[in-house]
């Protein structure tokens, strides 16, 4: 079991927080820790909405900007961890982010949830692996986190960077996220239908149980928040785990790691699965462990379209316009504004001619362009996201 101690944004551009967070992780047993690298713009537009804080309300946006630190920062923090035997993980969120964490050379590159239907950073991204395989080099893994997404948005996503050293993690994008509601079963399901390594990236806030039993269902990948304190006032610290909570989980992977290889992958999860039905009682475990069905979470299923990815207007135009680059970005929705047709159909959009004036923000919809409609995206490969 490979155990990613997910830092995000935990360390609120403190060095010195995040080597806390590193030697947390490492202490705890971890084999790697993961970044985020956030540029408010790649992320949101400035009228994206509010986001509640204990300090009260503040614009997610400028929650986002504050949460920027310059290139040298993760390179500091790639090379302690490092140094204290981590591997160090990233998730960018856009070209320019993907293009400075590429030039560091990082363990492994993480496609967060929301990015799973970007299409131009994943295009970029599979550039980057093809350009490896020309020169003879094994391509830098990469990490596909599939919260809030539907198989098609997957195998689109595997479309592009292709199934070569990539692992899945299956996710439910909430925050926190309901064990009852996680499905557990879905980390098999994955792996069968895509060929690939498959995981649990868990927002629940038990230490244990969906990792447990993603263990059980042959998860080789487990990756989890981690913070120094839960009242730290990070995004997601509520949902993170303290040192000794993370601790605990890792002991218990370990544990499941070693019941598997003595008494073989069968006979190994039903023994886990045994134990965590005494801990937690046989009801619990099976509604956690759910159908396998890949499908969105009760959850979740209100933040699809928005905490994902979709086209925005960057600025208020008139009709008759045609939309150059520089008018439209791919950007999540989340609060305020109205989500857009999918990333898929930028290049059909770019270049068109608008119908009607739009506002600045506004997601872009059919009704905007004068027909182009069209199911190629930037790669020339079907788009497969509704």
């Known amino acids: 079991m490979f155990v990613i101690a997910e830092i995000g944004t935990a360390h609120a551009g403190s060095f010195n927080a995040a080597c806390k967070l590193i030697d947390a992780a490492r202490?705890?047993?971890?084999?790697?820790?993961?970044?985020?690298?956030?540029?408010?713009?790649?992320?949101?537009?400035?009228?994206?909405?509010?986001?509640?804080?204990?300090?009260?309300?503040?614009?997610?946006?400028?929650?986002?900007?504050?949460?920027?630190?310059?290139?040298?920062?993760f390179a500091r923090a790639q090379a302690y961890a490092r140094d204290v035997g981590m591997q160090f993980i990233c998730s960018p969120f856009g070209l320019k982010s993907l293009r400075e964490l590429l030039a560091l050379r990082p363990d492994a590159v993480k496609i967060a949830s929301p990015e799973l239907n970007h299409i131009p950073l994943l295009t970029a991204l599979a550039a980057h692996r093809?350009?490896?395989?020309?020169?003879?080099?094994?391509?830098?893994?990469?990490?596909?986190?599939?919260?809030?997404?539907?198989?098609?948005?997957?195998?689109?996503?595997?479309?592009?960077?292709g199934t070569d050293d990539v692992t899945v993690l299956h996710c439910v994008t909430s925050y926190p996220a309901p064990e009852d509601e996680y499905n557990?079963?879905?980390?098999?399901?994955?792996?069968?239908?895509?060929?690939?390594?498959?995981?649990?990236?868990d927002h629940s806030l038990d230490p244990v149980l969906v990792p447990a039993l993603a263990a059980a269902a042959g998860s080789t990948m487990t990756e989890k928040h981690i913070t120094l304190s839960k009242n730290g006032g990070g995004l997601d610290d509520p949902v993170a785990l303290e040192k000794d909570a993370f601790t605990q989980m890792v002991y218990v992977l370990r544990?499941?790691?070693?019941?598997?290889?003595?008494?073989?992958?069968?006979?190994?999860?039903?023994?886990?699965?045994?134990?965590?039905?005494?801990?937690y009682g046989k009801e619990k475990v099976e509604r956690v462990l759910g159908t396998g069905m890949k499908?969105?979470?009760?959850?979740?299923?209100?933040?699809?379209?928005?905490t994902n990815r979709s086209l925005h207007f960057m600025r208020a135009l008139p009709a008759g316009a045609v939309i150059a680059p520089q008018d439209v970005a791919v950007l999540r929705t989340e609060k305020n504004l109205s989500p857009g047709i999918a990333p898929c159909f930028l290049t059909t959009v770019i270049g068109a001619q608008l119908t009607r004036a739009v506002t600045d923000g506004a997601g872009v919809q059919w009704e905007d362009v004068i027909a182009r409609k069209s199911t190629?995206?930037?790669d020339g490969t079907a788009c497969k996201h509704r």
């Open 27 to 73: 202490d705890a047993g971890a084999d790697a820790v993961k970044l985020q690298w956030v540029y408010a713009d790649e992320n949101l537009h400035p009228a994206a909405g509010l986001v509640e804080l204990p300090g009260g309300a503040v614009p997610l946006y400028e929650r986002f900007r504050a949460l920027e630190v310059p290139p040298d920062f």
């Open 130 to 161: 093809r350009v490896q395989r020309e020169r003879g080099s094994p391509p830098i893994p990469v990490i596909l986190s599939s919260g809030v997404s539907r198989l098609a948005d997957i195998e689109t996503a595997l479309d592009i960077v």
């Open 184 to 201: 557990v079963r879905t980390v098999e399901t994955l792996r069968n239908t895509f060929g690939v390594a498959t995981g649990i990236s």
């Open 255 to 279: 544990q499941c790691d070693a019941a598997i290889k003595r008494y073989g992958t069968e006979q190994g999860a039903a023994i886990i699965r045994s134990e965590l039905s005494e801990q």
């Open 295 to 306: 499908q969105l979470a009760d959850a979740e299923r209100e933040n699809y379209g928005r």
């Open 376 to 378: 190629a995206h930037t």
